[in-house]
């Protein structure tokens, strides 16, 4: 007998990531030396003072009981002094930070916040899968919104007031879900870009909630916080993430920004479903926060020297791809050569034992490319270029291959 589930368990489809890695788990149990170029997970170290603090503070007597929900005073602070110093964003810390298990996490405190069932939340038609599966989850009304590929992915703000006229009356819209420097596409963040859409969501009062976890990553201008721009903290929240910029994405640990009647509003949920993290890792994390600006620049030296490898890497496939791209991945188009991205990475992976992302996973606009990630040391990805150079391709690829 089985218990039968919510519609929403049956409705949710397990993230792409977390059935295809099993299957890469199972490759490499059987022996196989899988080059996983899939996903975004920093292969570097935090910094040696984050391990530090981690360390000297698990030895303390007083580290080990519940936290408060809000996080330490001094991530807080941390967090505020960050903001300051990286896009010149003023923050109280008592009142308008919340620290967070990850920004992910943030995207369901969020929902279940502001969505009551059937409001609308506009998504990017290209974007981090969660956005949409935890609206569809709390019962949203989930309307994706068009980028404008020749605009530099961009979203098309004629069809977003479109999509918000077009249903004002039943299932307003509620949420417009952005990320720039944006994943998958690698398009950079303006400020002309950021001003645009405080604009918008206040003409159309609607809640901006901005993920801002690669602004730091190969980033060819001054990092932005969309806080940073006039407005924008009557409508916007932003989150962020010590994930990818410090090298922690094991950690769990970045948090959100805003006015403080949106913190107060998100922490009334949050407050019911976890307690605050383990002091340790919030005292690592306050530490990692000061890492000085020469950190953050040898980091992007080491991706950017693996970027080269990663493009002899795309064009051994034959794929097209912007230089401009800011973050952890490269977008790239497939050629017309190959039939399906899908078949391409299965191939890659059965036969090369190469991982790579398909784009469609970030929405079926991406179902002519495919998302190579940063994070593997160059000879390794050269390693992967090896192996497609090698005969013994995947099937209908090695004719394009060895041209
Ligand atoms: C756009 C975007 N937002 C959020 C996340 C999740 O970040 P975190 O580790 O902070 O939960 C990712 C991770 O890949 C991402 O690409």
Known sequence: MIIP??????????????????????????????????????????????????????????????QPYKGTPGLRQAITNFYRHTYGVALEPDTEILPLIGSKEGITHISLTFLNEGDGVLVPELGYPAYRAVSAMVGATVREYPLLEHGGWQPDWEALTDLV????????????????????????????????????????????????????????????????IDGAKDVAIELNSLSKSHNMAGWRIGWMAGAKAYVDAVLTIKSNVD?????????????????????????????????????????????TYSTDQEGLFIWAKLPDSVASAEDLVNDLLVSKHVFIAPGFIFGPKGNRYVRVSLCMPKERIEEATGRLNRTGGPAGFQQDLTD
């Open 165 to 228: 006229s077009a249903n004002s009356s039943a299932n307003p819209t509620k949420i417009l879900w952005m990320n720039y420097p944006h994943m998958p596409t690698g398009a950079p963040a303006t400020r002309a870009l950021f001003e645009r859409a405080v604009r918008f969501a206040h003409d159309h009062k609607i809640l901006l909630g901005h993920d801002n976890p690669y602004s730091l990553i190969l980033n060819k201008k001054a990092p932005i916080s969309l806080l940073s």
């Open 5 to 66: 589930l919510a519609q929403r368990a049956d409705q949710t489809q397990e993230y792409y990531f977390s059935v295809k890695l099993a299957e890469v788990r199972r490759l490499q149990a059987a022996g196989h030396d899988v080059i996983n170029l899939g996903i975004g997970n920093p292969d570097l170290m935090p910094s040696a003072n984050t391990i530090d603090a981690l360390i000297k503070s698990a030895q303390q007597p007083t580290s080990h009981g519940y």
């Open 275 to 319: 307690s605050g993290q383990f002091k340790p890792l919030m005292d690592a994390a306050t530490e990692a926060l000061t890492n000085s600006d020469d950190w953050h620049r040898e980091r992007n030296a080491v991706y950017q020297g693996r970027l080269d490898a990663i493009h002899s890497f795309l064009d051994t496939l034959g794929c």
